[in-house]
């Protein structure tokens, strides 16, 4: 069955620490890849989506990712955590429809 | 402005009473979907639709119907509303099959007592 598999649904990161949120998939084929934040009380926010070419994927806050077809994982990083970083992060798959994972919760400890 | 707008943005229903969430986008996307975000479960699929009078069910279809007679506008139904129904919606719209782009609206809270 197609799936998306965030296997951490909460951690916590000290400020400045460094941050690696994981994603796998199941799906025949390749999908396109997304992560998309989430802020207490807000809407969905893109940062960043992989289609092909480059594995390693730049996106918005300092955010990057790996695309790893071996492993159908979509591995989210960033170098140095702020407090803003707080929230929830959700991967998503787009082929023929959107599916997101059950989401993981970001707290960032002083 | 490109832009998916939905309505209500907050409502408390009681359980039976019908109720429409609707949804509008103004970019002319074909593929449009719905979805309801619970804590520790994500946001869950509940219909989508690829094209006018075209629509199938996702992950969480039942008590839910949708139509599709328009391409801008998608709504959510819920016929006999039950508790278990409360929680926060997503409408979302593309104008591709892979959701290269995706639209999302500012999510209606749903309360069913």
């Known amino acids: 069955a197609q799936s998306v598999t965030q296997p951490d649904i909460h951690i916590t990161v000290s400020e400045g620490a460094s941050l690696e949120l994981r994603c796998n998939y199941s799906y025949g084929a390749t999908p396109y890849l997304f992560w998309y934040v989430q802020s207490p009380g807000q809407g969905l926010q893109l940062l960043l989506k992989?289609?092909?070419?480059?594995?390693l994927v730049q996106g918005i806050k300092g955010f990057e990712a790996e695309f790893k077809r071996s492993q159908s994982s979509f591995n989210l990083r960033k170098p140095s955590v702020h407090w803003s970083d707080a929230a929830e992060y959700f991967c998503?798959?787009?082929?023929?429809?959107?599916?997101f994972g059950a989401g993981t919760r970001l707290t960032v400890k002083p | 402005e490109a832009q998916v707008t939905q309505n209500p943005r907050y409502l408390i229903t009681v359980t039976g009473k019908k109720l429409t969430v609707t949804c509008s986008q103004n970019?002319?996307?074909?593929?449009m979907s719905w979805y309801r975000q619970d804590p520790g479960l994500g946001l869950r699929q509940i219909y989508y639709s690829m094209n006018v009078e075209v629509t199938d069910k996702g992950d969480v279809p039942e008590g839910y119907k949708v139509s599709r007679k328009e391409k801008r506008n998608f709504p959510l139904i819920l016929e006999s509303p039950s508790p278990n129904q409360t929680s926060l919606y997503f409408c979302?719209?593309?104008?591709?099959?892979?959701?290269?782009?995706?639209?999302f609206g500012q999510g209606t809270r749903l309360t069913v007592v």
């Open positions: 992989y289609f092909s070419g480059d594995t």
């Open positions: 970019m002319n996307h074909e593929y």
């Open positions: 998503a798959v787009g082929l023929n429809d959107m599916r």
């Open positions: 979302a719209s593309s104008p591709d099959r892979v959701w290269t782009e995706a639209f």
